[in-house]
């Protein structure tokens, strides 16, 4: 059944800056002992997926079956739970689309091996104006291949690799191979094989706490909170903090760890977020360093 126009929220800008990202890397591939089924992921406002391509998805906000995330480059984006199905709609600066599924991919789930889904996503893309309207029709076809056992974090994590197939026009466009961790409830890589361009693979590095979906003020808040917590240390204060939002039910608790000088020399220090958002526990791992303004600034390899 076509899904209802859906409605839009407004792209968050704002950026806490402060809190600033490590590495993770995934390599190789060997066999991975029995996973149980898995269900549908669950996902929390505020989550933040970071790839190693760059690009990151913000969940903005999640409604029952619906998540609307924002993208790195700007773009609204709005998919169900299953994170094996296209967006159906999303939106840019200039384009947008609407769409609606006919059949259903959450037959995959609960994930076992050997199941399989099939559908069909239509999408009526357009500018934002309404002119230049096409329509697109996608048949997809998923199965749950088989298990994995691949290295993430240098540690090893059995996956689901479930791969889909996309024909349009009767032609072969597209494979989408996905390494999902039931552990996590997400990709820990995606892979892309397109019939007429290049394939793209990314990896996940982290999943994290986006604070740039709290109002300005509790930013602000936060942002004090830790650079209070931060200085604390060089005056022998206590090395953790606490912080709660008064608008979501978002709090966090503030773990100094080890100093260290960065290539210009200044001082630097490690710390932890640990985001509390409803039952959900999200780590940031984060360090800063002391700039001459005595303003502590997120630290980058650089040190400039």
Same mark, same amino acid.
């Given at each position: 059944?076509?899904?209802?126009?859906?409605?839009?929220?407004?792209?968050? !800008? !704002?950026?806490?800056?402060?809190? %600033?990202?490590? +590495?993770? =890397?995934?390599?190789?591939?060997?066999?991975?002992?029995?996973?149980?089924?898995?269900?549908?992921?669950?996902? *929390?406002?505020?989550?933040?997926?970071?790839?190693?391509?760059?690009?990151?998805? *913000?969940?903005?906000?999640?409604?029952?079956?619906?998540?609307?995330?924002?993208?790195?480059?700007?773009? $609204?984006?709005?998919?169900?739970?299953?994170?094996?199905?296209?967006?159906? &709609?999303?939106?840019?600066? *200039?384009?947008?689309?609407?769409?609606?599924?006919?059949? @259903?991919?959450?037959?995959?789930?609960?994930?076992? %091996?050997?199941?399989?889904?099939?559908?069909?996503?239509?999408?009526?893309?357009?500018? &934002?104006?309404?002119?230049?309207?096409?329509?697109?029709?996608? #048949?997809?076809? +998923?199965?749950? @291949? #088989?298990? /994995? =056992? $691949?290295?993430?974090?240098?540690?090893?994590?059995?996956?689901?690799?479930?791969e889909c197939n996309q024909q349009s026009r009767g032609f072969w466009r597209e494979t989408a191979r996905h390494y999902y @961790?039931?552990?996590?409830? *997400?990709?820990? %890589?995606? /892979?892309? $094989?397109?019939?007429?361009?290049?394939? %793209?693979?990314?990896? !996940?590095? @982290?999943?994290?706490?986006?604070?740039?979906?709290?109002?300005?003020? /509790?930013?602000?808040?936060?942002?004090?909170?830790?650079?209070?917590?931060?200085?604390?240390?060089?005056?022998?204060? /206590?090395?953790?903090?606490?912080?709660?939002?008064?608008?979501?039910?978002?709090?966090?608790?503030?773990?100094?760890?080890?100093?260290f000088r960065d290539p210009a020399g200044r001082d630097c220090r490690n710390y932890v977020g640990t985001f509390f958002v409803?039952?959900?526990?999200?780590?940031?791992?984060?360090?800063?360093?002391?700039?001459?303004?005595?303003?502590?600034?997120?630290?980058?390899?650089?040190?400039?």
């Open positions: 059944m076509r899904n209802a126009e859906k409605r839009w929220i407004p792209v968050l !800008l !704002l950026m806490s800056g402060l809190f %600033v990202t490590g +590495c993770q =890397t995934l390599t190789g591939g060997r066999p991975a002992p029995e996973l149980r089924q898995s269900n549908l992921p669950d996902v *929390t406002t505020g989550q933040k997926f970071v790839y190693d391509d760059g690009t990151t998805l *913000t969940a903005l906000l999640v409604e029952r079956d619906k998540i609307f995330w924002r993208a790195s480059n700007g773009s $609204i984006r709005e998919s169900g739970r299953n994170p094996f199905v296209p967006y159906y &709609n999303w939106q840019t600066s *200039t384009r947008r689309a609407r769409g609606w599924i006919d059949g @259903s991919g959450d037959d995959l789930w609960p994930l076992q %091996v050997d199941k399989s889904a099939d559908f069909v996503l239509t999408r009526d893309v357009a500018n &934002n104006d309404g002119s230049d309207k096409k329509r697109y029709r996608q #048949h997809w076809q +998923c199965e749950v @291949s #088989h298990t /994995e =056992t $691949i290295t993430w974090r240098q540690q090893p994590w059995p996956v689901f690799v479930v @961790s039931p552990q996590l409830g *997400t990709d820990l %890589v995606i /892979e892309q $094989i397109f019939r007429r361009r290049a394939t %793209v693979r990314k990896e !996940l590095v @982290s999943v994290e706490f986006d604070t740039s979906i709290l109002p300005q003020t /509790e930013q602000r808040s936060l942002i004090e909170t830790v650079q209070r917590t931060l200085n604390g240390i060089r005056n022998g204060a /206590e090395k953790t903090a606490a912080w709660k939002s008064a608008s979501l039910p978002v709090s966090v608790q503030i773990q100094v760890g080890a100093g409803g039952a959900r526990k999200i780590t940031n791992n984060r360090a800063g360093c002391l700039d001459q303004s005595g303003r502590w600034i997120p630290y980058t390899q650089k040190g400039a």
